[in-house]
C-alpha cells in the first residue's frame, strides 16, 4: 500500500461536521484516543 501525504487542500466542512485526513496509522490511533477520551458522553464514528 502506498504511503498517503496530507492533500495540498483544505477538506471542507459539512453541515457543521469538519474532517481531517489521517494517512498514517500512528496519527490515526492518537487522534482517534483523543477524541474518546475527549468524549463527554458518547462518539459517533464513520469510517
Known amino acids: ?11 471542507p466542512d459539512i453541515d457543521g461536521h469538519s474532517f481531517t485526513l489521517f494517512p498514517d496509522g500512528p496519527d490515526r490511533l492518537a487522534a482517534l484516543i483523543e477524541l474518546i477520551d475527549s468524549a463527554r458522553t458518547s462518539i459517533k464514528l464513520l469510517y
Open 1 to 11: 500500500m502506498a504511503d498517503l501525504d496530507t492533500p495540498d487542500y483544505a477538506l
